[in-house]
């Protein structure tokens, strides 16, 4: 089971989204909505958004493609810069969108893992 938390910071323009736990399609679509109410708060032309992905755990084709859909519907919303942090580890699962992002293919796309 999945959780999110998401605060807004007016005072450096930045949406801070915080997932936990293996996800599955009712906790996607609890965090699409909750990002949603909290969206309507903000001008995402003028926000950065960081998405901390330290507890949430990156060992299987499925979690790397629901990060891939994040920045796919944050890149649709046209905020200024995209932040994902994740944990760093030897046992990541061999998957394009993190070769795309650690290549920096993305250009509004910031990849820190700790």
Not at 15 to 44: A, C, V
Not at 50 to 74: K, V
């Amino acid at each position: 089971m999945g959780s999110h938390l998401i605060q807004i910071n007016p005072y450096d323009k930045r949406m801070n989204i915080k997932i936990e736990g293996l996800f599955n399609e009712h906790d996607w679509t609890e965090l699409l909505q909750s990002y949603q109410d909290n969206r309507s708060l903000i001008s995402p032309q003028s926000y950065n958004i960081e998405l901390d992905c330290l507890s949430f755990p990156l060992q299987s084709d499925y979690q790397w493609h629901l990060l891939e859909r994040c920045y796919n519907f944050f890149n649709n919303e046209s905020f200024r810069q995209i932040s994902f942090i994740i944990n760093q580890s030897k046992q990541h699962v061999d998957h394009s969108f993190r070769q795309a992002a650690l290549n920096e293919q993305f250009a509004n796309l910031q990849w820190r893992e700790v």
